[in-house]
C-alpha cells in the first residue's frame, strides 16, 4: 500500500477516507469503551449507499464495539454518529432501527421455539405489514419449505438465514453485521454471501464485520482494518496484498 494515496489522517485516529456524498452512516472522531476503559479512539468510519464496506482486524481490537457505538447500544464518550445525514449521537437504538438502521449480531437472533412463519412476522415492521415476509423467502427459499418447522430445529446455516431475514423485512438503508459467517459450511456462507451482494445492489449499504478475510475482501467495495481501537488502513481491496494485511493484524495484536 502507498502512502500516497491520501488515506493517512493527521489527527492520530489512523486513516480514513475523503467525506463521500452520499454517506448512509457516518462515524466522526468516535471515541468510546466500557467504564474507563477506552476501546474505540477517534474512528473516522464511512458507509455509502449501495456499498460493502468490510471491518477487518485481529480479535480485542474493537470491531464488535463500533458495530454497538453505531447502533446506539453504547454510548460513545466522543465524536459523532450520523445516520442518512442527521446527528443520531443521542439518539437510542429504536430511534436509529427507525431511521433505517439494521444490524445483526453475532449469533443465531431467534425465537427458538417459534416457527419459522411466527419468526419471520415479527420482524416485519408494522408499516411494511402489506409486504409481508415474501422478501426474506426471495433471498433464502429454503426457508419456504420450512415455514411450519421450529426454528430450533433447523440447521445453523438455515437458522442464520432466518436471523438474516430482518434484513430484506425491515427495509433499511444500512445493515451492520457481525461475524454472519462464524461456524458455517462454505456452501451456507457462499449463499449468504449472494444474499447480502443483491442486497447491496439494492442500495441498502453494509458494514461487514468478518472472521473470513478472503471471503470480505472478496465482496467489498471498500475495507477498513482496526486495530488497537484505531483505524490502520482505509481502502479498496486491492490495495491489500496478502503480506500487507498479515502484518497488519499481527501488527495490531501485538
Known amino acids: 500500500m502507498s502512502a500516497a494515496s491520501g488515506l493517512v ?11 463521500v456524498d452520499d454517506a448512509v452512516l457516518t462515524l466522526q472522531r468516535v471515541s468510546a469503551g466500557y467504564g474507563r476503559t477506552a476501546v474505540l479512539r477517534d ?7 449501495g456499498k460493502i464496506v468490510a471491518l477487518l482486524g485481529p480479535n480485542g481490537a474493537g ?10 447500544l453504547l454510548s460513545i464518550s466522543a465524536g459523532q454518529v450520523r445516520l442518512g445525514g442527521s446527528d443520531v449521537t443521542r439518539e437510542p437504538p429504536y430511534r436509529r432501527a427507525i431511521g433505517g438502521l439494521c444490524l445483526v449480531p453475532e449469533g443465531r437472533g ?12 415479527l420482524q416485519v415492521p408494522p408499516t411494511r405489514q402489506h ?12 426457508l419456504s419449505e420450512r415455514l411450519t418447522q421450529r426454528a430450533g430445529s433447523l440447521s445453523g446455516g438455515q437458522q442464520q438465514m432466518l436471523a438474516l431475514s430482518r434484513c430484506f423485512l425491515s427495509d433499511p438503508s444500512v445493515v451492520l453485521l457481525d461475524e454472519v459467517s462464524m461456524g458455517l ?42 486495530g488497537r481501537g484505531r483505524i490502520t488502513f482505509s481502502g479498496p481491496p486491492a ?12 501488527g495490531a495484536a501485538g
Open 43 to 49: 474512528v473516522d468510519l464511512t458507509v455509502p449507499a
Open 239 to 250: 490495495e491489500l496484498d496478502e503480506a500487507e494485511l498479515i502484518r497488519r493484524y499481527v
Open 110 to 121: 431467534i425465537f427458538p421455539n417459534l416457527s419459522v412463519r411466527e419468526n419471520l412476522l
Open 63 to 72: 470491531k464488535t464495539t463500533l458495530l454497538r457505538a453505531a447502533s446506539g
Open 131 to 142: 409486504v409481508g415476509y415474501e422478501p426474506a423467502l426471495e433471498a433464502f427459499p429454503i
Open 9 to 19: 489522517s493527521d489527527h492520530g485516529g489512523g486513516a480514513f477516507p475523503m467525506p
Open 185 to 226: 459450511a462454505p456452501r451456507i456462507i457462499d449463499e449468504i454471501f449472494d444474499a447480502l451482494v443483491k442486497l447491496s445492489h439494492n442500495g441498502v449499504a453494509l458494514l461487514l464485520v468478518e472472521q473470513y478475510v478472503n471471503r470480505a475482501l472478496g465482496i467489498a467495495d471498500h475495507v477498513y482494518l482496526l
